[in-house]
T-cell receptor, first 116, second 110 residues
Framework: EAGVTQFPSHSVIEKGQTVTLRCDPI?????LYWYRRVMGKEIKFLLH????????ESGMPNNRFLAERTGGTYSTLKVQPAELEDSGVYFC??????????????FGEGSWLTVV | SQQGEEDPQALSIQEGENATMNCSYK?????LQWYRQNSGRGLVHLIL?????REKHSGRLRVTLDTSKKSSSLLITASRAADTASYFC??????????FGSGTRLLVRP
């Protein structure tokens, strides 16, 4: 079974440009999450989808970030315009169901973004 | 802050030795998960322990959870060079959201 896949794995863009990151969750996982780690700091939650609906986007840093999950399958995270402080690794993750006792959340390899 | 904090920040041991990493958190949790990240790679899920559990094992891994002390530990027995990585605890405060600690960098010397 394929895991969470992300594309691109690495991206170098200039300040002011746009970058779109894509995530394909594990098949059958309704829950999809985006996290990021910037400048060697902690890995931080960005947002959570259940199918195509945004359940929680409290971690999105500002309106330069837009996440979508049309059709409830893959998701994209667009950064427009990119700033230097956006450099870091963006992780996508998915899980099957929610529940109250927690479910294993599986992460992808990450998309490593460098803004120059 | 609800973040977990790992201790130590860095650990260097000889192959074959055991490695113990600790994680503390601040509020009540539903579950706690440990992840490994090899340099430049993604997060690999190691083990999940629920708030009503005290200990779990998976291969050479042993995780304990003490909710009264709001702490967890990850023990890797008979370490190997391939265990060299950063290890993160992540606490689940709801059914979906994880709060990560800053991680422990483990170096296992051959």
């Amino acid at each position: 079974e394929a895991g969470v896949t992300q594309f691109p794995s690495h991206s170098v863009i200039e300040k002011g440009q746009t970058v779109t990151l894509r995530c394909d969750p594990i098949s059958g996982h309704d829950n999809l999450y985006w996290y990021r780690r910037v400048m060697g700091k902690e890995i931080k939650f960005l947002l959570h989808f259940v199918k195509e609906s945004k359940q929680d986007e409290s971690g999105m840093p500002n309106n330069r970030f837009l996440a979508e999950r049309t059709g409830g399958t893959y998701s994209t995270l667009k950064v427009q315009p990119a700033e230097l402080e956006d450099s870091g690794v963006y992780f996508c993750a998915s899980s099957q169901g929610q529940g109250t006792t927690g479910n294993t959340i599986y992460f992808g390899e990450g998309s490593w973004l460098t803004v120059v | 802050s609800q973040q977990g904090e790992e201790d130590p920040q860095a650990l260097s041991i000889q192959e074959g030795e055991n490695a113990t990493m600790n994680c503390s958190y601040k509020t009540s949790i539903n579950n706690l998960q440990w992840y490994r990240q090899n340099s430049g790679r993604g997060l690999v899920h190691l083990i999940l322990i629920r708030s009503n559990e005290r200990e779990k094992h998976s291969g050479r891994l042993r995780v304990t959870l003490d909710t009264s002390k709001k702490s967890s530990s990850l023990l890797i027995t008979a370490s190997r060079a391939a265990d060299t990585a950063s290890y993160f605890c992540a606490t689940g405060y709801s059914s979906y959201k994880l709060i990560f600690g800053s991680g422990t960098r483990l170096l296992v010397r051959p």
